[in-house]
C-alpha cells in the first residue's frame, strides 16, 4: 500500500539510501528531514520497501543543480528527486506503482511535465531502460566533473 512516509520509516530511509549513495546524495537525519520538510510528494510503499520523494518546480531549495537545470528548460514540471527500492522488493512493480501514483498526484495539481534525472556516471542502466519504458524522453545530459557524477534528465509529459 502507498502511503506517507512517517518517522518510523526514517531509519530504514537512511539505510537504502546509504545502500545506493553511489546513484544519489549523501542523507543523515537532518538532511532528510530537510528534504521532506519541502517534499510536495514523499511517499513509501509496503513499509518503505520503495520510497518517493519529490518537488514541484518552484520548491524554495536552493544549490540544487537538478532542479536548477530542469527549470532552465521546463515549466510546470514535478521532480522526481529521489526514488529507492530496496534489493529484495525489486522487480515486483513497486517503482512503476510509486511512478503511477506521484503522476496522477501531479496531474491532479495541473502539473504539466514529470522530470527526473538518472546517473550516467557511475552508470544505472536499469534506471534509464525503466524511464525509457515508462514513456520518458531524454532531455540532456549534465555533467559534475568536481563531484565525480555525472545525469541524463528525463522528462514525461502528464497531459
Not at 510503499?45 to 543543480?65: K, Q, R, T
Not at 495541473?110 to 519504458?133: C, I, K
Amino acid at each position: 500500500m502507498i502511503a506517507a512516509i512517517r518517522p518510523q520509516h526514517f531509519d530504514k530511509i537512511l539505510r537504502l539510501n546509504e545502500e545506493f549513495v553511489h546513484w544519489l546524495s549523501p542523507l543523515d537525519e537532518s538532511e532528510l528531514s530537510y528534504v521532506l520538510d519541502r517534499a510536495a510528494y514523499a511517499r513509501q510503499i509496503n513499509e518503505a520497501a520503495g520510497v518517493l520523494i519529490a518537488y514541484a518546480h518552484d520548491v524554495d531549495y536552493p544549490d540544487h543543480w537538478n532542479l536548477a537545470w530542469l527549470k532552465s528548460r521546463l515549466e510546470s514540471f514535478f521532480y522526481i528527486d529521489r526514488i529507492m527500492i530496496e534489493r529484495a522488493a525489486q522487480g515486483q512493480g513497486l517503482g512503476q506503482r510509486l511512478y503511477a501514483d506521484v503522476a496522477k498526484f501531479a496531474r491532479a495539481r495541473g502539473y504539466s511535465w514529470l522530470a527526473s534525472e538518472v546517473n550516467t556516471r557511475p552508470d544505472n542502466p536499469a534506471s534509464h531502460a525503466f524511464h525509457l519504458r515508462e514513456g520518458f524522453i531524454s532531455l540532456g545530459e549534465q555533467d559534475f566533473t568536481n563531484k565525480g557524477k555525472a545525469v541524463r534528465y528525463y522528462a514525461k509529459a502528464l497531459n
